[in-house]
């Protein structure tokens, strides 16, 4: 199942939505613990993870809740694959050397640029 994340630059723990977890072994009972949301709202956190991508298992702990969300990436996450910066240049003005190896894309709205003559063809045959 397709997990779609979201990055919290802002949040040194990672959260994965329960309904990831394929397997009880795989889980790290954790007691009394509440993660509090920029909204304010609190979510109980049961229990972490070991997480597996793919083929890949990662020796980075993520916390387990009933969250909206399919997963919250945070600071920890990033820092495994040492991309704790990769936003800077977005952020700030700053040029890292990431910065010349990598640059972020903007995805484009093109509907507009199509020829009046194609536009039912691309309609019909553009998925989103």
């Known amino acids: 199942k397709p997990c779609i994340f979201k990055i919290d630059t802002d949040s040194d723990i990672s959260i994965i939505n329960q309904n ?3 397997f009880d072994r795989q889980k790290m009972e954790v007691c009394n613990c509440y993660v509090r949301y920029p909204t304010e709202e609190q979510v109980l956190v049961k229990y972490k993870v070991k997480v597996r991508l793919a083929n890949y298992t990662l020796e980075i702990s993520m ?4 969250i909206n969300d399919d997963c919250i990436l945070g ?7 040492n991309l704790q910066n990769v ?3 977005m952020f700030f003005n700053t040029v890292s050397e990431f910065d010349t190896i ?4 903007r995805i484009e709205n093109i509907v507009s640029k199509v020829p009046s ?12």
Not at 102 to 105: E, P, T, V
Not at 117 to 128: D, G, H, I, P, V
Request: with cysteine.
């Open 102 to 105: 990598a640059k972020c894309s």
């Open 20 to 22: 990831f977890l394929k």
């Open 75 to 81: 600071v920890d996450f990033l820092r495994f694959f």
């Open 63 to 66: 916390l387990v809740a009933e």
């Open 87 to 89: 936003f800077d240049a």
């Open 117 to 128: 003559n194609m536009a039912t063809l691309f309609k019909e045959s553009s998925q989103y």
